[in-house]
Each structure stands twice: as structure tokens, then as C-alpha cells.
């Protein structure tokens, strides 16, 4: 299982669809899709900004997340989307056992 923090600009057509649909309806929308994929959403939150409308963090398998990311890109509900995979403090843990060998250009 892998968390994603997704952050979303509708297109005007979704702005006017969700208008209709209310901001629930669609969030609960969008949580039956997540969910028949083998998916969660942990938190679903609308924001107002300059760059993005709406933040939604899942978690799931990699390969139904990445079909679903597909399909949504696909539709051309979204102008914008920029999602990043979220780790948790025991995950870096892990992670930073590891040894690398690196060293930067030049040095």
C-alpha cells in the first residue's frame, strides 16, 4: 500500500458539474470510486487558492491508484494535477538504515 497527497485544479466544466452535484456529493462520489478499487481516501478537502481546488490523500495499492490517476487524466475533468507519494516517520526510518555510496559531480 501506497499514500498519495493529490492536489487537483478542476477544469471550468467540473467547477460548474460540481456545482450541481454539490462538493459532498461528489466527495462521496469519488470515495465509492477509490474504495472499488481497493483503495481509501484518508482526507478529501476543497481549497481556495490560485493553483489548486481540491486535496485528496489515498492510499492503496500502486497499480489501482495509478489506474485510476489514468482514467481521471483521460476524462479532462482536471487542468492541473500534481500528486506526491507521503511517507511516514517510521518509513524514513527504514529507509535511512540503508548506506549509500554517493557523492556529489566533482567533489
Known amino acids: 500500500m501506497v499514500k498519495f497527497l ?3 485544479k478542476l477544469s471550468p466544466e467540473s467547477a460548474r458539474g460540481v456545482l450541481k452535484e454539490t ?3 461528489r466527495e462521496n462520489y469519488l470515495r465509492q470510486s ?7 481516501v484518508l482526507a ?7 493553483e489548486y481546488t481540491v ?3 489515498v492510499e492503496g495499492p500502486r497499480d ?7 482514467n481521471v487524466a483521460a476524462s479532462g475533468a482536471l487542468g492541473e494535477v500534481r500528486s506526491y507519494e507521503l511517507f511516514s516517520s517510521a518509513e524514513m526510518d527504514r529507509a535511512l ?3 549509500v555510496a554517493y557523492r ?3 567533489a
Open 23 to 25: 462538493p459532498s456529493g
Open 44 to 50: 478529501f478537502d476543497w481549497m481556495w487558492g490560485l
Open 64 to 70: 489501482a491508484l495509478l489506474a485510476m490517476a489514468a
Open 6 to 8: 493529490i492536489l487537483a
Open 104 to 106: 556529489p559531480p566533482g
Open 97 to 99: 538504515t540503508h548506506k
Open 34 to 40: 477509490y474504495e472499488s478499487i481497493g483503495a481509501r
Open 55 to 57: 486535496a485528496i490523500t
